[in-house]
């Protein structure tokens, strides 16, 4: 089972193919998803410290380039199904936005 490290917080296994941002969710971390997972919102991103994330589709790295996040550092975490270990450090969450994260998204 792949294994996820959230920078300077938990680290926890996963299942193969899981969303990265629902896997983050469901191990407590308030990861925000604005959007409900649809590559719109970008409140999803994380940046990716190590492992090697399935790549961003078009769609991803248009919308990141367009909010000023570089697609090679920065990855929407409701766009990557996980497939191996990572680290990532969220970059907004419930608590630090002061919102609620918004609709789930979808398995
Ligand atoms: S871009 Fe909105 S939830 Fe991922």
Known sequence: MPLIEVKNDVCFETTMNKKLVL???D?????????GGNARCTTCRV???AGAPTPAQREEQ????RKG???QRFRLSCQIRVQGDLVVEPLLT????GMDAG???AD
């Open 23 to 25: 896997a983050l969710e």
């Open 27 to 35: 191990h407590g971390i308030g990861i925000m998803h604005r959007c």
């Open 47 to 49: 940046e990716v410290i």
């Open 62 to 65: 248009d919308i990141l380039l």
């Open 69 to 71: 996040f570089d697609p």
């Open 94 to 97: 419930v608590e630090t936005a």
């Open 103 to 105: 609709p789930r998204p």
